[in-house]
Every structure is written in structure tokens, then in C-alpha cells.
């Protein structure tokens, strides 16, 4: 069965299922939930797993089709340096995969349009999907670190494993003084 999670009116959280991705797709199911930018993830043990922003996570039940509990906080993101020009902490873009033996967490922080340089991608790991969360030494992954670069508010990435086995992150910025023009999807 695949699942998409996602935000929508009014201010919650919904799954549809299917059977193939091409559809047909099920009526949307509310998991009357708050929080943006839902992120699944199956443990190794057959558990669910549904994270949210602000480092939030929730069990679901067997089928995915409804929260197990309440969202309890599990990770409390990256602190960047203290210089910084970040919009905001704004932990947000949840993004969860296992790999060798670790669960990682891909999150994005600093807010989606604020300062050229505030948008960002960290990544931490952990041999729980409900952590304890250890922030990357490489930290950030993606960021625009001067409003003199192409692209502002690097941030939202997604790592994917290439078919050569090699790894790539998938994101979005918008071009440099560009912001009406709306967010491109880039790829390192």
C-alpha cells in the first residue's frame, strides 16, 4: 500500500492510500492532527512513524490510517552559529529514511523566505526512529551563505540514494532577488 501524508484545510493532517501509485487513490482521512510537512517512516520493527515541525513525532497505528498518540517533541534541531541571519529556528521539512543501520532525520530550519542566507538543510541520526537525534558534524548539508550567491533560502531537502549508489539532495531556493518568481527545485 503507498501513503501520502499531508497538510490541508482546515489546519490538519490527512493519509490517502493506494494499492498502485498510479492510483486510484482513497477518499483523504483526517488524522486530526496539527503541524506542517508531515514525514513517514517504518521502523525496522513494522512500526509507523509520522514527524512533524518542531521535531515532533507520533506513532500511528498497524494500518497508518490514525495516530497511535499525541505528537511528543524528539529532536530540537541544529543550533547554527549565533551570527547568523536566519528568519527564525523554524525546524520544518521532516524527512526520514534507514540506512545501514541508522534512521536519519533531514529537516530544514531558519525559515523559507526570510533573510537571503536563512533557509538551510541539517541532518542528524539515530538507531531509534524516535531518536535520541545526533546532529551531522557536516551540518548544514545545503545553505546560502552570503546574499552575493545565485541562490537565496537553500533549504526543504530531500536525500535520495542515486542508482549508482552515490547520494544526492533534492531542494528549493529562488534565484537571487527573485522571490516573486517563486522557488526552483535544485539538486546536488
Known sequence: TY?????????????????NPAGPWSEPID????????GHIVGIDGKRYLYFNDGKVAELNADGLSL?????????????????TVECMCAESPKLHFYNGWYYLTTAQGGTAGP??????????????LGPWENSPHNPIVHTYSSTENWWSKG???IVQKPDNGWAVGYHAYEKNNLPHGRQVLME
Open 116 to 129: 537571503a542566507t536563512s533557509h538551510m538543510v541539517v541532518q542528524a541520526r539515530s538507531k531509534s526512529p
Open 68 to 84: 497511535k498518540e499525541e505528537p511528543k517533541k524528539v529532536y530540537e534541531g541544529w543550533q547554527y552559529p549565533k551570527d547568523w
Open 31 to 38: 488524522l486530526k492532527v496539527k503541524g506542517i510537512d508531515p
Open 156 to 158: 526543504h531537502g530531500t
Open 3 to 19: 501513503y501520502i501524508y499531508f497538510p490541508a484545510y482546515p489546519g490538519t493532517n490527512w493519509v490517502v492510500t493506494a494499492k
